[in-house]
């Protein structure tokens, strides 16, 4: 075997870093991580990064129940060549990518982000052009029937005030969160806590995630107003899906950067730094 030949073999071992993938979140595209791959390579010279390719823009709107099997195929793709890598998931694309943790059997994810994710679900219409335009506390008419389960949006919104109708009518976020019981539940929870690390990122100055506790599992009491953190959340209480366990030996961490709107989360410096750059290599 000649040396080039070994070389080209090994190249893409050869820095010792975890490969860095990513999933975007709504109405983006795999162009939002471009500063992120910048810090990255700079950090970690030689690592490998992959911002994903699908769904983009309008296309992300579809329903997640049609995108995690996607996102989940080309995960693997790269962790079948690659090995173990981290995956980083923004906005949206933070939710996606943990479900993608537990639809994937066997996987080779050591570490998880989610950057500025929706994690225990979205209640509260934000100021940007959504395909949701109505009254927060409306919504759940458009989004718990058939037609709005069609809608990425609707996957994960999480009515305080209408939990039973929530566990029955939402198919996507209940079902990953293991509140309702499915013949994937055990898998769901086994293949999560397969997980080394899950970092959790978000901050109050947030203006799209709401509660922006979102982004670190905590969600809205019944009166839509108190904040339960994630630690007194069922999911976790009740070990659902397996966030307890990781927590328990020490696989969880939250990251908290103040005064950063929703967009300006994979361009800012400073959250790359605080929150992303110590889970990388």
Same mark, same amino acid.
């Given at each position: 075997?000649? @040396?080039?030949?070994?070389?080209?073999?090994?190249?893409?071992?050869?820095?010792? !870093?975890? *490969?860095? @993938?990513?999933?975007?979140?709504?109405?983006?595209?795999? &162009?939002?991580?471009?500063?992120?791959?910048?810090?990255?390579?700079?950090?970690?010279?030689?690592?490998? /990064?992959?911002?994903?390719?699908?769904?983009? =823009?309008?296309?992300?709107?579809?329903?997640?129940?049609?995108?995690?099997?996607?996102?989940?195929?080309?995960?693997?793709?790269?962790?079948?060549? #690659?090995? $173990?890598?981290?995956?980083?998931? #923004?906005?949206?694309?933070?939710?996606?990518?943990?479900?993608?943790?537990? #639809? /994937?059997?066997?996987?080779?994810?050591?570490?998880?982000?989610?950057?500025?994710? *929706? &994690?225990?679900?979205?209640? &509260?219409?934000?100021?940007?052009? !959504? *395909?949701?335009?109505?009254?927060?506390?409306?919504? !759940?008419?458009?989004?718990?029937?058939?037609?709005?389960?069609?809608?990425? +949006?609707?996957?994960?919104?999480?009515?305080?005030?209408?939990?039973?109708? #929530?566990?029955?009518?939402?198919?996507?976020?209940?079902?990953?969160?293991?509140?309702?019981?499915?013949?994937?539940?055990?898998?769901?929870?086994?293949?999560?806590?397969?997980?080394?690390?899950?970092?959790?990122? =978000? =901050?109050? =100055?947030?203006? +799209?995630?709401?509660?922006?506790?979102?982004?670190?599992?905590?969600?809205?009491?019944?009166? %839509? $107003?108190?904040? @339960?953190?994630?630690?007194?959340?069922?999911?976790?209480?009740?070990?659902?899906?397996?966030?307890?366990?990781?927590?328990?030996?020490?696989?969880?961490?939250?990251?908290? @950067?103040?005064?950063?709107?929703?967009?300006?989360? *994979? %361009?800012?410096? %400073?959250?790359?730094?605080?929150?992303?750059?110590?889970?990388?290599?």
């Amino acid at each position: 075997m000649t @040396v080039a030949l070994v070389l080209l073999l090994l190249c893409p071992f050869a820095s010792g !870093y975890r *490969p860095l @993938v990513m999933i975007h979140g709504l109405d983006d595209d795999y &162009g939002v991580f471009d500063d992120i791959i910048a810090w990255a390579q700079a950090a970690f010279p030689g690592i490998q /990064t992959f911002a994903l390719s699908a769904f983009n =823009g309008d296309a992300s709107r579809v329903t997640l129940r049609r995108q995690v099997p996607v996102w989940a195929k080309m995960v693997t793709n790269i962790t079948d060549q #690659y090995g $173990e890598i981290t995956l980083l998931g #923004y906005s949206q694309g933070g939710l996606v990518a943990r479900t993608v943790v537990e #639809y /994937t059997n066997d996987s080779r994810i050591h570490t998880l982000i989610a950057l500025s994710s *929706p &994690g225990a679900g979205q209640y &509260g219409i934000p100021d940007t052009p !959504y *395909p949701i335009r109505m009254a927060a506390p409306l919504v !759940y008419t458009l989004c718990y029937n058939p037609g709005g389960q069609q809608v990425s +949006v609707c996957d994960y919104w999480n009515d305080p005030r209408r939990q039973r109708l #929530y566990r029955k009518r939402n198919k996507f976020l209940p079902l990953f969160n293991n509140l309702v019981n499915s013949s994937l539940s055990a898998a769901f929870k086994s293949n999560f806590i397969r997980l080394a690390k899950f970092v959790m990122i =978000g =901050g109050p =100055g947030d203006d +799209v995630i709401m509660p922006w506790q979102s982004a670190h599992y905590g969600f809205f009491a019944h009166d %839509r $107003e108190t904040i @339960v953190p994630y630690r007194r959340q069922q999911f976790y209480t009740h070990d659902s899906f397996g966030l307890r366990s990781l927590d328990e030996r020490g696989g969880v961490h939250t990251c908290t @950067v103040d005064g950063v709107t929703h967009t300006e989360w *994979p %361009r800012q410096q %400073r959250v790359f730094t605080k929150c992303i750059e110590p889970y990388l290599g």
